[in-house]
């Protein structure tokens, strides 16, 4: 099998939320159309007078409730996802008119272009986009199609991905990475750190730098999410709880159940911003962006291990990185293609993985940690209510980081050996549960709780 080649800082995308594949995505995806267009000879610019950007399957039954038409027209007017500040995006609902620079001419805009096509279904993707520009009579000067394949990665119809450099110690699954952590003698971060310098050409300095400015940015949204009110953007009215949580874990210190109540308020907060559309980590998409921050707030600041060494918390983020890795190489990590499995499931996992790196156990015990709680959550669906991620999406998020202790804590309490079920078949399970969920179940908001419940 080929050897993974994604840098962490692809799997670790900064953006807007609510969705890394129906916003993060199709953002880049529609910047990169333009770019593309861009290149056309002068004579064929000059005949374009409308961009159509159609809008296919999983996106087309939940991109209304996903944000994704803002964050194609932000991308057609040249914004990114790491840079688009969220009230450029608030700016977007109900966009009537504005133009994109193509060559030399301004091609008008608006909500109009992006078009929900529930009827055409993708042969391809789940998640297809096709971008076009139009001449005078309607006719197609160039037509691209784009896949939005989850935690932010677009593919091209078409396009050959260009060839990237070997990571300095191949490997493709997790019994391969134990291997290579058996013949170098590296710890799992250390190989991790190898890989990435060698991947990006980025030196172990620059590396901890971007580690740290994603580590600031999980905290960022936590922080905000703890402080902000009131109801969330959308048609469920549904209200804010991470701030309310938040203070009933501040005022009572005498609460038995204190850490588990922190850690909840801490997922909530990070959800909840997601849900806003605000700035999120994806980990390893925007959905489950509450998971992994919350562990990582509370490790940080809110236990009594807070005040742990910075170098151990990017370590540690460097072992939960190779799990989001493992799933989006070998299984998914796209509500559209597996169902939430992909997506909280992986999400927990990685914080698993990244409990048991902070508190310094060997590579099987991070292994055995981030397999459990990938494993007890086999079989969940993507069903958010109304295509919002809200309901179930925000208090998933909290379940997935309770589990995420849960399952370290098992992890660490075994005995070498014992452990039955290997990472690398939780997450082949979890791709053949995927294939095999009914395609309501998978980001189209037409069965579970989004066909029962109706706010
Ligand atoms: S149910 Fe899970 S996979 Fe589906 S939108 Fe919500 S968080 Fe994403």
Redesign the pocket.
């Known amino acids: 099998m080929r050897p993974i080649t994604t840098s962490v800082f692809e799997l670790f995308k900064i953006g807007p939320g ?2 890394s594949s129906h916003t993060i995505g199709p953002m880049l995806a529609a910047r990169e159309f333009v770019d593309q267009a861009g290149q056309l000879p002068p004579a064929v610019l000059d005949q374009v007078r409308a961009v159509e950007v159609r809008l296919f399957g999983s996106l087309a039954a ?1 991109g209304r409730g ?1 944000g994704t038409v803002r964050a194609v027209l932000a991308g057609l007017l040249g914004h990114r996802p790491e840079s688009c500040p969220p009230d450029i995006l608030d700016s977007m609902a109900g966009f009537e008119a504005g133009t994109v620079r193509l060559g030399g001419r301004d091609v008008p805009i608006s909500e109009a272009t992006v078009v929900f096509d529930l009827f055409d279904l993708p042969d391809r993707h789940p998640n297809t986009i096709r971008f076009s520009l139009k001449g005078e009579s309607g006719d197609i000067l160039l037509e691209r199609e784009a896949y939005s394949v989850g935690g932010g990665f677009i593919e091209w119809k078409d396009d050959v991905p260009a060839e990237r450099p070997a990571p300095a110690h191949p490997f493709s699954t997790m019994a391969e990475l134990l291997d290579v952590i058996d013949s170098t003698g590296l710890s799992l971060p250390e190989v991790m750190l190898d890989n990435e310098a060698a991947l990006t050409g980025l030196t172990r300095q620059e590396i901890g730098a971007k580690l740290e400015h994603v580590m600031r940015v999980m905290e960022d949204s936590v922080e905000r999410g703890l402080e902000a009110e009131g109801p969330l953007p959308g048609p469920l009215g549904l209200h804010r709880k991470a701030h309310a949580l938040f203070e009933r874990y501040r005022q009572d210190p005498q609460m038995q159940d204190r850490p588990i109540l922190a850690l909840c308020a801490c997922a909530f907060a990070a ?1 909840e911003e997601n849900a806003s559309g605000h700035t999120i980590v994806t980990a390893p ?4 962006s509450g998971v992994l921050p919350a562990v990582l707030y509370v490790t940080k600041n809110l236990r009594p291990t807070a005040g742990v060494f910075r170098k151990v918390l990017r370590e540690a983020l460097l072992a939960s990185a190779v799990v989001g890795m493992l799933a989006k190489h070998n299984a998914s990590v ?3 293609e597996v ?2 499995q ?3 499931g992986v999400a927990s996992a990685m914080a698993a993985a990244f409990l048991a790196q902070v508190y310094g156990h060997p590579a099987w015990v991070i292994e055995n940690a981030a397999e459990t709680a990938l494993e007890h959550h086999l079989g ?5 209510v109304q295509g919002y ?2 309901i ?2 925000i208090e ?2 909290a379940m997935g980081a309770v589990k995420a202790f849960a399952a370290y804590q098992i992890a660490a309490a075994e005995v070498p050996g014992h452990h039955m079920v290997g990472l690398d078949q939780a997450m082949k399970a979890m791709a053949e549960t995927g294939r095999d969920m009914c395609a309501k179940y998978r ?1 189209t908001a037409q069965g579970g709780l989004a066909a029962i419940v109706r706010c």
């Open positions: 609510p969705s939940t996903h959800a998409t925007a959905g489950a796209s509500g559209a169902g939430c992909g997506e909280v969940l669906t993507c069903d958010p991620v809200q179930p999406c998933r998020n980001e």
